[in-house]
Nanobody
Framework: QVQLVESGGGLVQAGGSLRLSCAAS????????MNWYRQAPGKQRELVAS???????NYAGSVKGRFTISRDNAKNTVYLQMNSLKPEDTAVYYC?????????WGQGTQVTVSS
């Protein structure tokens, strides 16, 4: 079965950095586009960053220039490097992918940015 396991969240001061990791299993990782979403309290889940199987990336406007998504196909892992963090980046961050029209989500990792 498909499993996505996130790690790397935590508490950081504004202006700091964190790197999230998502380890995938049960898929041919190198063939899958991977996404990072986030959901803040009382808000809808939003797409933060995407990376295609070929390595092309896209970002939400609110994180462009501060966050970097990358992948290591040898480790079946996708990363989200988050720099210059702001209090408004506080959310639960989820790893996501599609397989045969079914969406798969990780359990989420909490990121809290203090001002």
């Amino acid at each position: 079965q498909v499993q996505l396991v996130e790690s790397g969240g935590g508490l950081v001061q504004a202006g700091g950095s964190l790197r999230l990791s998502c380890a995938a299993s049960g898929i041919i990782f190198s063939s899958n586009a991977m996404n990072w979403y986030r959901q803040a309290p009382g808000k809808q889940r939003e797409l933060v960053a995407s990376i295609t199987s070929g390595g092309s990336t896209n970002y939400a406007g609110s994180v462009k220039g501060r966050f970097t998504i990358s992948r290591d196909n040898a480790k079946n892992t996708v990363y989200l490097q988050m720099n210059s963090l702001k209090p408004e980046d506080t959310a639960v961050y989820y790893c996501h992918t599609w397989l045969r029209l079914v969406a798969y989500w990780g359990q989420g990792t909490q990121v809290t940015v203090s001002s």
